[in-house]
Structures are given as structure tokens and as C-alpha cells.
């Protein structure tokens, strides 16, 4: 009792050092948002301190650059960014921070959405009336496929930066990817199938047909599969309406048809003829789902919701978001409890 008091009092003493002193050893690593913070941190581990710039309660396509952030910038070896323009506000800041070594195309500025897929590619290349996603959609880390390859980028970074460690950089993505595809798939699964493997088959049109294939005893595959997308298979196909077009990628891999966002464009704020137009899509869709983050304004879903019986969803989208999301994982977690505890109220979650 008394041992872990005083164990409790030591970790709160050490706290103020652990804010930024440079701790011995440990690269100094500044990520443009919480999830990506957390990311690097899964396989950085030790070798690694991380300060994220957006805090996870706030919307990260808009940040004033002030001094305190630009001095965040100006101490780190190495940036991070989610990248396709998600963070509007980073040229601004980094010419504040005038730190060489972290601006694009040096060696430490590193673009997390380097070899995903954009979801939302607009037919124009342009800003037109305020698109807040010009290169598509950026919300990628909403995706857990996604986040198994943004550990490849943030593991080769780092080996290049500090090519002794690139071992254990390697052990560290090797146990977090395996701890996130036990979460994506469960554990059974991932041992009778491997997660290499079933990663691949999730991202390809095989993996329906994967599921209903028989495995030794007779039960198919399917029958394994656990975790969220386990979980969120009861709600596939229910049609939702998002605030902005940060659930995107979290409504793909778990197979939520988008029927509207609430902004008429990324970044725009609604119209009452938007808002209008988007009523009838919903009562004729029958649209039951409206999903809104912890950033955004509440009042217009509110409405929405009057109008139509819909029910607002308000979830944390970033690590930090709500108290319990502590890092990528416990993020998915509360997002698909939510949400398959909303479609499907009766059913039976763990
Ligand atoms: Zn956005």
C-alpha cells in the first residue's frame, strides 16, 4: 500500500522533467497531431519524446501558430506530420520556428500519408470556395490499415535517424501492429489466420469470400472473426450523416455508407439550404446515425436530429478527444463500442 503510494508520488514528481528537459538518449520527435504523437510513440518506445502540437479536443485543420508551439518545432530532430494538407496552419509555424532541419523535403520532416490511398479526391485541384481537402480526404488515421502502415513510415524515419536502434524500432512496430490486429480481427483469428495476411485480405475483394471459407472443425472463418470489425459487423450498411468528412475512412473499413456531411464543402460552414436538402436525404434514406466529433459546434445536428428522429453521435476522432483515449487503441475502441452500441442497442458487445 505504502509502496505504491510512494510509487504514485514518484511518477508525479517526475512529470515537469518528462515535459521536454532533454532526457538522455531519447530523440526529440514534435507530431502535428495526437494521432500521430501516439504512432510514433508505439514504435519509438524509449528512444523517443514526443510532443504533439493539436491537442485532441481541437480541430486540426486550424491552429494559430504561437510562440509556445513554434518553440516546440524549433527543439525537435524530427516532425511528424498525417500530411495531404490536413494541417493548413504548418507552413506559417514552421517558418516561426526557423528549424532547418524539419522543413518539406529535409530528411526530418516526415509525411505520414506517404502511400495511402485518398479517399474524397476532388475532380478539381483547387481551394475552390474554401475546400479544406484539396489532395482529398486527410482524416486517413480513422482507418486501422491505415495506421499498420504509417508504422513502416515512422519505423524507416527513425532507423534513419538513428540507425543502431532500427532493431528495436523494428520489435516495437512488430508488437504494436500484432496488439492492433488482435484489436482489428481478435485474437483467434489472428492466430488461425496471421495478420500479414488477413490485412491484406481486408483491403481486397477477397475478404467476404475469405470469411465464409471453412476452416478444420468445420466453422468458417467468419465465425473467428472478433474484435471491432467482429463488433461492427452488425451496423454494416447502416447509412450515416457526418458533421465533416472526418469519419470518412472509419465509415469505409467498417462499411457505413456516408449519405452527407453537414458542411456543404470540407471546412464550410452549414447553409440553412444545405441543411435542408440534407433532411430530405435523410427521411428518405432513412438515415437514423448523424456523427459529429468534440470540436464541432452542436447546435445544427441538434436540429438535424429534430427533424429527422436521427440521433447524434458525438465521438472523440484523435487520441486525447475524450479522457479515456488515451492512445490509437483505446481511440477505436471507444469509437466502435459507440457507435455498434447506437446501431444496434440489444445486441449483445463485449
Ligand atoms: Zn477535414
Do not use: C
Amino acid at each position: 500500500m505504502h509502496r505504491i503510494r510512494f510509487l504514485r508520488l514518484m511518477s508525479v514528481l517526475s512529470l515537469p522533467g518528462a515535459v521536454f528537459a532533454a532526457a538522455p538518449g531519447r530523440t526529440r520527435v514534435v507530431a502535428t497531431t495526437t494521432d500521430a504523437a501516439s504512432i510514433v510513440r508505439a514504435v519509438g518506445g524509449d528512444l523517443v519524446t514526443v510532443e504533439s502540437l493539436v491537442e485532441g479536443i481541437q480541430d486540426p485543420h486550424t491552429l494559430a501558430p504561437t510562440p509556445s508551439l513554434m518553440l516546440k518545432a524549433r527543439r525537435a530532430e524530427v516532425l511528424f506530420k498525417i500530411g495531404l494538407d490536413l494541417e493548413l496552419w504548418l507552413e506559417p509555424l514552421l517558418e516561426g520556428a526557423r528549424n532547418p532541419g524539419i522543413l518539406p523535403g529535409r530528411p526530418g520532416h516526415i509525411d505520414l500519408s506517404r502511400g495511402i490511398r485518398p479517399l474524397d479526391l476532388p475532380v478539381r485541384l483547387d481551394r475552390a470556395d474554401g475546400d479544406v481537402h484539396p489532395y482529398g480526404n486527410p482524416h486517413i488515421w480513422l482507418d486501422p490499415l491505415n495506421v499498420r502502415r504509417m508504422t513502416r513510415t515512422v519505423e524507416e524515419a527513425l532507423s534513419r535517424i538513428r540507425p543502431d536502434e532500427s532493431e528495436t524500432f523494428a520489435g516495437n512496430r512488430e508488437g504494436f501492429v500484432r496488439r492492433l490486429d488482435e484489436a482489428l480481427f481478435g485474437r483467434t483469428l489472428v492466430e488461425a489466420a496471421g495478420g500479414d495476411r488477413l490485412a491484406d485480405l481486408l483491403d481486397s475483394l477477397a475478404w467476404e469470400r475469405f470469411l465464409e471459407q471453412t476452416v478444420a472443425d468445420g466453422r468458417g472463418f467468419g465465425n473467428l472473426l472478433g474484435g471491432w470489425l467482429g463488433r461492427m459487423r452488425p451496423a454494416r450498411g447502416t447509412a450515416v450523416v457526418e458533421y465533416h468528412g472526418t469519419f470518412a475512412y472509419f465509415a469505409h473499413r467498417f462499411g457505413l455508407p456516408v449519405a452527407g456531411q453537414i458542411e456543404p464543402k470540407p471546412g464550410i460552414p452549414p447553409t440553412a439550404r444545405h441543411v435542408h436538402d440534407l433532411t430530405g436525404i435523410m427521411r428518405e434514406g432513412d438515415v437514423r446515425i448523424i456523427l459529429s466529433t468534440v470540436y464541432y459546434e452542436t447546435e445544427v445536428p441538434r436540429r438535424l436530429a429534430e427533424r429527422t428522429g436521427a440521433r447524434v453521435l458525438v465521438l472523440p476522432t484523435s487520441v486525447g478527444g475524450t479522457e479515456e483515449t488515451t492512445d490509437y487503441l483505446t481511440l477505436m475502441e471507444t469509437m466502435t463500442h459507440a457507435l455498434s452500441g447506437a446501431v444496434m442497442p440489444e445486441a449483445p458487445h463485449e
